[in-house]
Nanobody, 125 residues
Framework: QLQASGGGLVQLGGSLRLSCAAT????????IGWIRQALGKECEGLSV????????WYSKSVKGRFTISRDIAKNTVYLQMNNLKPEDMAVYYC????????????????????WGKGTLVTVSS
């Protein structure tokens, strides 16, 4: 299973680092992504990292502010979020799957095999 953590309350312009730890399976040959859902809105895929090669993808809304990375030894993926804005307030989920779905507005694993429980990010102004 996947477990996301690291959410919390942060001030406008602040930073947070989310973690996504995998237990019970290896992330080899998976693409791992971060997806968020704001209140009353649809899910939005933000970023993906290919576990095997470390290649990364970002949506337009977070490119330049968020950084996805992985720690192979810990079987964990991170999302460093900087310069947080009110529109970043959402429940953040990590997901592992195969392939990449990339559109003008989002990026996420194409076929999701594992979902983690979300972690809430609140941005105060």
């Amino acid at each position: 299973q996947l477990q996301a953590s690291g959410g919390g309350l942060v001030q406008l312009g602040g930073s947070l680092r989310l973690s996504c730890a995998a237990t019970g399976f290896t992330l080899d040959d998976h693409e791992i992504g971060w997806i968020r859902q704001a209140l009353g809105k649809e899910c939005e895929g933000l970023s993906v990292i290919s576990w095997s090669g470390g290649r990364t993808w970002y949506s337009k809304s977070v490119k330049g502010r968020f950084t996805i990375s992985r720690d192979i030894a810990k079987n964990t993926v991170y999302l460093q979020m900087n310069n947080l804005k009110p529109e970043d307030m959402a429940v953040y989920y990590c997901a592992a799957g195969k392939g990449i779905y990339y559109s003008e507005d989002e990026v996420r694993p194409n076929v999701i095999e594992h979902w983690g429980k979300g972690t809430l990010v609140t941005v105060s102004s």
